[in-house]
């Protein structure tokens, strides 16, 4: 699981300070997808670079299953960002390596054995449905296929944490709700904690087990996802929700 403590990033500007990030704080067992839902500039993506330290905090702490990455030195931090799988709005595949070599690559650069790399990657595909695309390259494939790929990609070794950053504003209406199935079928086959941000309430609420509503880099309120659909406590959320058409 993931705890965000009382996260504050702070930007010096030339001719300011730019506070990204303001006292937040989240937590993410296991099992559990969080949404986090905001507007541009809200602070979504500032947060996604403190949950893997590619931001450092300029003030609380983050941790992963009770360690704190702040603490941790550069070497330390490399092995323990491994447990957190990312997954991209644009997918963020190289187009010179196979289906197969695409989902290889992180067992690749742990030098694990081509046994086990050949093991793990086609039980993978497999989980994602795409066992018949091995040796097919990105440019063949559909953008829910290819959103699929990253998806193995991200688990390829055995992360902890998944963080998906608008996973899938790229894809057609038609193949979203299969991705959006797959990553909760994955939550729960795995007993992931997953972080999903979106600029989307409509795919925020049909994903998530709870969501955090952000602006202005601060949390306005979080609850369940059926709490935060039915009793919202603070107008900004009422009027995400007034233009969101219900799922029901």
Known sequence: MI?????????????????ALDNVSLHVPKGQICG???????????LIRCVNLLERPTHGAVL????????????????????????????????SRTVFENVALPLELENKSKAEIQEKT????????????????PANLSGGQKQRVA?????????????ADEPTSALDVS?????????AD???????????????????????DRIVVMYGGQI???????????????????KLLGVAPSLL
């Open 122 to 137: 086609t039980a993978l595909l497999a989980l994602v449905g795409l066992s018949d695309k091995h040796n097919v390259y």
């Open 64 to 95: 992963i299953d009770d360690v704190d990455l702040t603490q941790l030195s550069d070497t330390e931090l490399v092995k323990t960002r491994r447990q957190i799988g990312m997954i991209f709005q644009h997918f963020n595949l190289l187009t």
């Open 186 to 208: 994955l939550k729960k086959e795995l007993n992931l904690a997953m972080v999903f941000i979106s600029h989307d309430i409509q795919t925020v609420r049909q994903v998530s």
């Open 36 to 46: 986090v839902i905001g507007a541009s500039g809200a602070g979504k993506s500032t």
């Open 220 to 238: 306005l309120e979080t609850g369940s996802t059926e709490d935060i659909f039915n009793h919202p406590t603070v107008d900004y959320t009422r």
């Open 175 to 183: 193949v979203r709700a299969q991705v959006l199935n797959l990553l």
């Open 3 to 19: 705890k965000l403590n009382n996260i504050t990033k702070i930007f010096t500007l030339p001719d300011k300070k730019l506070t």
């Open 151 to 163: 998806i193995a990609r991200a688990l390829a070794l055995n992360p902890k944490l998944i963080v």
